[in-house]
């Protein structure tokens, strides 16, 4: 191995005089830094010995001034180590141990005598650096025309990727080798999608591969802020993937102002996939929390009145027609209620005593302020206020309602991709939240970003997300972005950020169902970088049953959606489906009644992408834990043991399952439910059917309670 290296390093011309290597603190990951004679920046990373990343260039082209390409020397380096632990606000577990060795690169550009510095982190579950631009005379004011950071690939893996998009990750995964992005590419893009800036082979981050010798590699990046979303293209031929930026309205891909620094580019590794779900480097690489005081910040179990709206069931509007405008006052007085408009007071009171009844923190009302008639039957280009109710919904007696209840509202907010007028509107829409009780916010930014030509995932958009959290900090309210940039562990630092989408969630399945193995792919890919509001929950498969015209089908069965609390981590749950439909299996209902939102520990028990997931969550500050497995396209027996429960105690779990005819499309709402006397030394052989899987409670009991129960 070591003379192969060396032949390569050869061939590529490495400087041997100004090679750096750093290993991770268990020795394992050894990443290698050298300059080509030309003064080319590049890396190597390798595992075990095993090559992750071949020779691999890195630096960027600059608009109208001389690239930070080429041309370097080493001025000087600094190594270093880091080991502490720190506590999220919520999590997967209650503690996150952050440890790495730290390679500090500073260059020298000899011709333009400009700085660089290069930092590389590398953990024990793999590498991430970033560009450092320090405050100098030579480069202040600068232009990134393109970030050219590469990934060279050892082989031809196996990938779960979607397409490169500038505003959208709504799309089912394709799984194929590297060498067959190209030509299946076209099939994998969504039909109205602008893909005409890209190559066939620009794919989107998180990007999860598996080697033909069982090695897991995941791409990322890590604290996207004031730069643009990086997209990755493959060059094909040579298995190399290189950063391809967002644009803005005129084609250039981020402003900086020295000092600056770039988002950090991730390589997560292991030998097990399991490994790569339980990484947290993604949030290690961010900083640390901002706020001061977070004790207002809650882990959150709502309901909503929207399935019944994605699915056309319902409507957002409360007319079919445009109502006049004057005085800069809508007026509806002339025009005729459609009699579908969801967002009605006595029909959102019916929402809250299902909540208050079954024990919910919140209701989310969409469709409930002026406008959707308009931006649905006029034009996308409609702007909402964010402060006037249609004349059928009531916010104070809704106020009133649901405080005697005791449950909070969740407002939403579409801004209808008008940044602008949603910023100068932010302050009045907060202060509007603040006094009638609105916690949370689900934001959406559905559409063309206005001004024409900025996408959603462009240096100026991204800044505008993050203005939002910030500016909601200051409200203590929460946020939930949809239609938002991915997330890249900005929740460490603004915990307050408690949910994005920003994937293809439940509402797929209302209109065009997603394939049944997607989430078993999404954890390894969409959650890498933070949790996702997927909505999951629902019982009724058939959605013709909600509205005749519409014949999507649920590509799950119940027990699947069961186990989506467990799996789908995020601190904002949701039981998507209509109350009717729980009222008809109340016993089934009852696991998500049960299901914690927030976790002392969590471990993974079987994890391969795209067939399967098994995920076993403490919950915190108890001695609960719940049991998640989602199965793929094939049935699998799942085996598991719980030697995670603290020994000498006994427990009752509660097995929420397939039924043994159970199937995703002909027979979803197949499941049984069974309890058994478990402790530490307990196994389970479980089977799951195509789409399926099991959820399990397990509560601790004494011998009294297990009486009767078999023994597993």
């Known amino acids: 191995m070591k003379k192969t290296i060396l032949y390569l390093l050869l061939m590529a011309?490495?400087?041997?005089?100004?090679?750096?290597?750093?290993?991770?603190?268990?020795?394992?990951?050894?990443?290698?830094?050298?300059?080509?004679?030309?003064?080319?920046?590049?890396?190597?990373?390798?595992?075990?010995?095993?090559?992750?990343?071949?020779?691999?260039?890195?630096?960027?082209?600059?608009?109208?001034?001389?690239?930070?390409?080429?041309?370097?020397?080493?001025?000087?380096?600094?190594?270093?180590?880091?080991?502490?632990?720190?506590?999220?606000?919520?999590?997967?577990?209650?503690?996150?141990?952050?440890?790495?060795?730290?390679?500090?690169?500073?260059?020298?550009?000899?011709?333009?005598?400009?700085?660089?510095?290069?930092?590389?982190?590398?953990?024990?579950?793999?590498?991430?650096f970033r560009y450092e631009?320090?405050?100098?005379?030579?480069?202040?004011?600068?232009?990134?025309?393109?970030?050219?950071?590469?990934?060279?690939?050892?082989?031809?893996?196996?990938?779960?990727?979607?397409?490169?998009?500038?505003?959208?990750?709504?799309?089912?995964?394709?799984?194929?080798?590297?060498?067959?992005?190209?030509?299946?590419?076209?099939?994998?893009?969504?039909?109205?999608?602008?893909?005409?800036?890209?190559?066939?082979t620009g794919v989107q981050t998180s990007l999860m591969m598996k080697t033909d010798d069982g090695l897991y590699i995941n791409l990322h990046e890590a604290a996207l802020v004031e730069y643009s979303l990086m997209n990755l293209n493959l060059d094909h031929e040579n298995m190399i993937f290189e950063s391809w930026l967002t644009p803005d309205a005129v084609g250039n891909k981020a402003y900086?102002?020295?000092?600056?620094?770039?988002?950090?580019?991730?390589?997560?590794?292991?030998?097990?996939?399991?490994?790569?779900?339980?990484?947290?480097?993604?949030?290690?690489?961010?900083?640390?929390?901002?706020?001061?005081?977070?004790?207002?910040?809650?882990?959150?179990?709502?309901?909503?009145?929207?399935?019944?709206?994605?699915?056309?069931?319902?409507?957002?509007?409360?007319t079919d027609e445009l109502p006049s405008v004057k005085l800069g006052e809508t007026d509806y007085s002339k025009t005729k209620p459609n009699g579908k408009h969801a967002a009605n007071t006595e029909h959102v009171k019916e929402y809250i005593d299902f909540a208050a009844e079954h024990d919910f923190d919140a209701v989310l009302v969409e469709g409930w302020n002026e406008g959707w008639e308009d931006w649905f039957g006029k034009s996308k280009d409609y702007v909402f206020d964010f402060v006037t109710p249609y004349p059928d919904f009531d916010v104070k007696e809704i106020q009133n309602y649901a405080e005697s209840k005791g449950v909070k509202m969740m407002m939403h907010h579409e801004t209808s991709g008008a940044i602008r007028n949603y910023e100068r509107h932010l302050d009045?829409?907060?202060?509007?939240?603040?006094?009638?009780?609105?916690?949370?916010?689900?934001?959406?930014?559905?559409?063309?970003?206005?001004?024409?030509?900025?996408?959603?995932?462009?240096?100026?958009?991204?800044?505008?997300?993050?203005?939002?959290?910030?500016?909601?900090?200051?409200?203590?309210?929460?946020?939930?972005?949809?239609?938002?940039?991915?997330?890249?562990?900005?929740?460490?630092?603004?915990?307050?950020?408690?949910?994005?989408?920003?994937?293809?969630?439940?509402?797929?399945?209302?209109?065009?169902?997603?394939?049944?193995?997607?989430?078993?792919?999404?954890?390894?890919?969409?959650?890498?970088?933070g949790p996702m509001d997927y909505t999951p929950g629902i019982f009724e498969m058939d959605?013709?049953?909600?509205?005749?015209?519409?014949?999507?089908?649920?590509?799950?069965?119940?027990?699947?959606?069961l186990a989506l609390y467990v799996t789908m981590y995020s601190p904002l749950q949701m039981a998507a489906d209509l109350p009717e439909n729980y009222k008809r299996f109340p016993d089934a209902f009852q696991f998500i009644k049960d299901v914690a939102l927030d976790w002392d520990k969590s471990i993974y028990l079987e994890a391969e992408p795209g067939d399967y997931i098994t995920v076993a969550r403490k919950e915190k500050g108890s001695s609960n834990w719940f049991i998640g497995n989602v199965n793929g396209n094939d049935a699998r027996t799942s085996k598991i043991e719980f030697?995670?429960?603290?020994?000498?105690?006994?427990?009752?779990?509660?097995?929420?399952?397939?039924?043994?005819?159970?199937?995703?499309?002909?027979?979803?709402?197949?499941?049984?439910?069974?309890?058994?006397?478990?402790?530490?030394?307990?196994?389970?052989?479980?089977?799951?059917v195509p789409g399926g899987g099991y959820a399990i409670s397990i509560m601790e009991a004494d011998k009294t309670e297990t009486r009767g129960l078999d023994k597993i």
Do not use: C
């Not at 997560?268 to 947290?280: E, F, G, K, Y």
């Open 13 to 128: 011309g490495i400087n041997f005089s100004q090679a750096q290597n750093l290993k991770s603190p268990d020795g394992e990951l050894s990443m290698n830094f050298s300059l080509q004679e030309d003064g080319t920046p590049t890396y190597t990373l390798s595992f075990k010995g095993k090559e992750v990343i071949k020779i691999s260039k890195l630096g960027l082209n600059l608009k109208e001034q001389k690239d930070l390409l080429s041309g370097f020397s080493i001025e000087n380096t600094e190594e270093s180590s880091f080991d502490n632990t720190w506590k999220p606000v919520w999590g997967e577990s209650k503690e996150i141990r952050n440890h790495y060795n730290e390679l500090e690169v500073n260059l020298v550009q000899e011709e333009t005598r400009r700085n660089l510095i290069i930092r590389f982190r590398l953990f024990n579950d793999g590498l991430g």
């Open 643 to 688: 030697d995670f429960l603290e020994k000498g105690k006994n427990y009752i779990a509660t097995v929420y399952a397939d039924a043994p005819d159970a199937h995703y499309k002909t027979n979803p709402q197949a499941y049984e439910i069974k309890k058994y006397r478990v402790n530490s030394k307990s196994k389970l052989a479980q089977k799951s």
């Open 133 to 200: 631009f320090p405050e100098q005379e030579n480069l202040v004011y600068f232009v990134v025309e393109e970030e050219r950071t590469q990934f060279a690939m050892a082989g031809d893996h196996t990938a779960f990727w979607i397409p490169g998009d500038y505003d959208s990750q709504e799309y089912d995964y394709t799984e194929s080798k590297l060498s067959e992005i190209r030509e299946k590419f076209d099939g994998a893009v969504q039909p109205n999608a602008s893909q005409e800036q890209f190559s066939k």
């Open 428 to 529: 009045t829409a907060y202060q509007f939240m603040n006094k009638y009780g609105y916690p949370a916010v689900k934001s959406g930014y559905v559409g063309d970003i206005i001004p024409r030509g900025e996408h959603h995932y462009g240096q100026w958009a991204i800044n505008h997300y993050l203005y939002a959290v910030k500016k909601a900090a200051d409200y203590k309210i929460m946020v939930n972005a949809h239609e938002a940039v991915r997330p890249t562990g900005l929740r460490r630092t603004y915990p307050n950020l408690i949910g994005n989408e920003s994937a293809r969630g439940t509402e797929f399945q209302a209109f065009g169902g997603s394939k049944p193995n997607h989430v078993t792919i999404l954890p390894f890919t969409r959650l890498i970088g």
């Open 543 to 561: 959605i013709s049953k909600l509205n005749p015209d519409n014949d999507s089908h649920v590509n799950s069965t119940i027990a699947n959606q």
């Open 256 to 318: 900086l102002q020295a000092p600056a620094h770039t988002p950090w580019r991730t390589v997560i590794v292991s030998v097990d996939a399991r490994d790569i779900l339980a990484s947290n480097m993604n949030l290690n690489l961010n900083e640390p929390n901002q706020l001061e005081d977070t004790s207002w910040i809650k882990p959150v179990k709502y309901i909503g009145v929207w399935w019944e709206m994605i699915t056309g069931k319902s409507s957002w509007a409360y």
